[in-house]
């Protein structure tokens, strides 16, 4: 069994912990039945990860997998990876959502999606990553009594993600530290009405409203501050043509959104300036969590 997760981009500016999309950059876990458990992993962070004394993925799907079945779980387990860690990208979320996949196609029992991301709720308190992570394409996320309400939008083939992963790693818990614990009214009013416009932009396929609408007032600039560079990567994308550029999660890879005629040339102009970053094109993803048996 094959399980394929994409990576996503949160926040996409003023939407905090709301808003997110799933990016067709892709970590690739292998499970077998084996007698003994055997772990290899290749890819992003690969070095790091096998140093690491527990495996996140292989936690919560033993985890899941006993809760389904009663038993204990026995499998190899082959990581490829491409979605780099702590760098805004949702690589956690990535991990919880193709585990607990895993786990109910182990376990032989069916499920919905919308299961997989109420169960991802008990590792990551947060919908806006694991929403598009299960789903794909443009997801809006509301938690409501311990539930996930959610919308979703396909992207469309006209667009590409223009993505720029700095050299340093933000961690999120950091990032999060850095906020603040009250905002003036104006600035959640202003959030709220940004946030509600990506969203009719989205679903209505207006995408040149967006580079009107994603001023953020709550976290965005303050995390930016932890890496002076991207306030200079948001100058030359939008200057070459890009609709939204924003902080992707908590940061510090960067976010934009460009129909794909101007999406080389925000490459090329970022990577002119930024030759130590890692530039990328990317497509949007629709689907979501994979498996192939």
Known sequence: MVITVPATSANLGPGFDTL??????????????STYQSIEIYGENAEYLRTLKRNYFVEIFSDTYKYLTGKEAKFSYKFNNKIPLSRGLGSSSAVIVA???????????????????????QYEPHPDNITPATLGGFCVAKLRKNRVLFLKKFIPTSLRAVIVIPNKPVSTAKSRNALKTHYPLKDIVANISSTAMITAAFFS?????????????????????????????????????????????????????????????????????????????????????????
């Open 99 to 121: 585990a607990i996949t895993a786990a109910y196609e182990a376990a032989e029992v069916s499920y919905k999606k919308d299961r997989i991301i109420n169960t991802a709720l």
């Open 205 to 293: 396929e207006k995408f040149d409203m967006l580079k009107y609408v994603v001023e953020d007032k709550i976290h965005q600039e303050s995390r930016m501050r932890n890496l002076p560079e991207l306030f200079r990567i948001r100058e030359i994308a939008l200057r070459e043509g890009a609709l939204m550029s924003t902080l992707s999660g908590s940061g510090s890879t960067f976010f934009n959104l460009a129909y794909k005629d101007d999406a080389y040339n925000i490459y090329n102009a970022i990577k002119d300036n930024f030759k130590e970053f890692n530039v990328k094109i990317v497509y949007f993803d629709n689907v979501g969590v994979k498996v192939y048996n």
């Open 20 to 33: 997110g999309l799933a990016l067709n950059l892709r970590n690739e876990i292998e499970l077998k039945p």
